[in-house]
Each structure stands twice: as C-alpha cells, then as structure tokens.
C-alpha cells in the first residue's frame, strides 16, 4: 500500500480514506458521517485500522485497493495511516498505539506512554502556531520550519514505531506538555482544582485551580483548558469550566473531548440549543468589555465568554450563576437537540 496526502486530484481515483472523510473512498473512519463497515468500527480510527489490517476479511473490506489517504494531520490520522502501511506488524503495537490515539483526539488520560507519544507527533493543549503545522516532531525534523500537512505526513510516518516504543528518545519535544499534564492531574489530586457532579442534568462543574496558571502552567490567553485532566475527572455530558483570571472568572462551556466522533464503547452525547442561555447571561452580564456566545472553534465546544478579539475575559457572573442557568437548560432540553454518537 502507498499514502497520498488528499488533494482534488484524487477525487475520482479509488482510495481507502482513513480518519478524515473524502469523497470517492472506502471509509475507515469514526468522523460522523462516515461509511465504515459495522464490523471494523471502533472509537479510534486507529483502532478501526487495526482492526480492518487483523480482519480475516480484509480484501474484501478494502476491495484490494492500494491507496491510503487522509484529509488533515493529527495522531490519530498519523497512526491510522501508518497501520494501514504496516499491515498485520502493526499488530504487535495494538495497545501503544490506541492510547496515543485516544490521547490525541479525545485528550484521555492512558498513560505516560500514550500521552507522551501523541505529544510528540501532534502537539499538546500549548500553543498552536500562526503557520504551518503544530506537530513538535514534524517541526523538528523540518529544523524549525514550518511545514504543511502533507510534508508533515512524509516526515513523520517513517518515525512513528520509534515514537510509539521509545518515546523517551524524544523527550526534548514532550518534557515541557507533559509537565503542564501533570501539574493539571496533581491539582485535581490536591483539590486546588474540583469537578462538581450534578447526575441529574449530566452537568459537570469544573472548578480550575490558580496552581495551574503562572510561568509554569497554563495561560488562558494561550491555551484553552488542561483538557487531559478534565477528561480524567469530569463524567457529565456537559462540562462549565470556570478559569481564574485576575479579575475573577472566565468561562466555556465544552461537550466531551470525544463526542464529536462516531464511537463504539463511548456513549453518544446530546448536544443542546444553548442559545436560550446565553441570551440569558447575556443579559445578567455587568462586564461590557465582553460578551457571552457560542464557540464553534472547536469540535467540541459549546459556548464562552469572550471579548472582541476572542479572548477569555472575566465574567460579571459568579460560577453558582452560570451553572444554575445550565442546569436549568439541560433540565429542560430546551429548544432543539441533535444527537451526536
């Protein structure tokens, strides 16, 4: 088998499209919408791999077709290519590579390993650069330049077995993530930083500690949220986040780190119309310099407050306040609701 970076080019050429979605293909892929065959399907587009590369029907399942392609660069894409091109030695690799999968996409906590091994090949929650692809390992072997999604694939791929079984050879491209992950797991660990369970509304209230921010942690002007530590704490379906700035808190309010997948053994979430509820804070917000709206950058946001330039600003609101208005909406269900697996 041989991989090609996808591009209009290969529209009408048959290709096994792995994680990304791309017209004209055989799916082995967990985006929604895909097409993958029931009896390969798994949370991870890895994991579909390596299932379709340890299938005794894996001719069948690819219809004997030789090009593997992928819309976008991350781990699980990385690995799910990767599998593809390895066939049935990727095997032996099955557990290292679903955790660096997981770790990837949906920011699960599966050990040092896993964890450490995404870092290097897609970045961590850290800053994402203005050019050019995030990957540690793609810049570093490019020597610092910024590189594309395609020449990020050929750098890397030829990397990934070493990745995955000596990740401590690349300790210089995840020590200073991995060390943002940990100070973000022993801040749950010591309580600075809480999640408050309400099982009734699936509402998660994620309290984050100062410890977390300053020279050594993160910035809220930067990074988003220690979502690794999130994902180990939190089991709602919906979680509020609540970030000390200065000024007092700053909020977002994110579904799942999976849940914009297609998957097996995680349960679907429900995504709200949370439209109502902002309107709502909107009008108890006493700061003008920011305004509270839905959050469409990511996969799996739902809605924050922000100023102009999209930044998290402090809130008016104290977190009791924002979380009394979700629970009542995801108490409700108010307005329409689209489920999501």
Do not use: C
Request: charged share 25%; glycine share 8%.
């Amino acid at each position: 088998m041989r991989f090609e970076y996808y591009h209009a080019g290969l529209e009408d050429v048959p290709k096994l499209s792995v994680d990304g979605l791309v017209p004209g293909s055989v799916h082995f892929s967990h985006w929604q919408g895909n097409e993958t065959p029931a009896t390969v399907k798994a949370d991870s587009s890895t994991e579909i791999a390596l299932n379709v590369v340890a299938s005794p029907a894996r001719e069948e399942l690819t219809q004997g077709i030789e090009l593997v392609t992928n819309n976008h660069f991350d781990t699980d894409g990385v690995l799910s290519v990767w599998t593809m091109l390895t066939g049935v030695r990727a095997l032996d690799l099955r557990a290292a590579l679903v955790a660096a999968a997981e770790a990837g996409d949906f920011s699960a906590n599966t050990g040092a390993q896993g964890i450490r091994a995404s870092l290097v090949l897609q970045g961590g929650d850290g800053f994402v650069p203005d050019a050019g692809v995030a990957s540690p390992l793609a810049r570093h072997l490019a020597r610092g330049a910024d590189v594309d999604e395609a020449r990020a694939y050929a750098l890397v791929l030829p990397e990934v077995k070493r990745v995955v079984t000596r990740t401590d050879d690349y300790e210089d491209l995840w020590r200073d993530e991995w060390e943002r992950i940990e100070l973000s797991l022993e801040s749950f660990a010591r309580g600075a930083s809480r999640v408050e369970e309400d099982a009734e509304t699936g509402l998660s209230v994620v309290t984050l500690g100062r410890d977390l921010y300053g020279a050594r942690g993160f910035s809220p002007t930067r990074q988003a949220a220690p979502y690794t530590a999130i994902t180990e704490h939190a089991r709602g379906r919906v979680y509020l986040i609540a970030l000390p700035l200065a000024e007092g808190w700053g909020y977002r309010v994110d579904y799942p780190y999976y849940s914009w997948a297609e998957t097996v053994v995680r349960p679907p979430v429900t995504r709200t119309d949370f439209a109502p509820v902002i309107r709502q804070l909107d009008e108890l917000e006493q700061n003008r310099e920011g305004h509270w709206q839905l959050d469409t950058e990511g996969l799996s946001s739902a809605f924050n407050f922000v100023d102009a330039a999209g930044l998290l600003r402090a809130s008016s609101l104290a977190p009791d306040v924002v979380a009394a208005h979700l629970r009542a909406a995801l108490g409700t269900r108010a307005g329409s609701s689209a489920a999501v697996s």
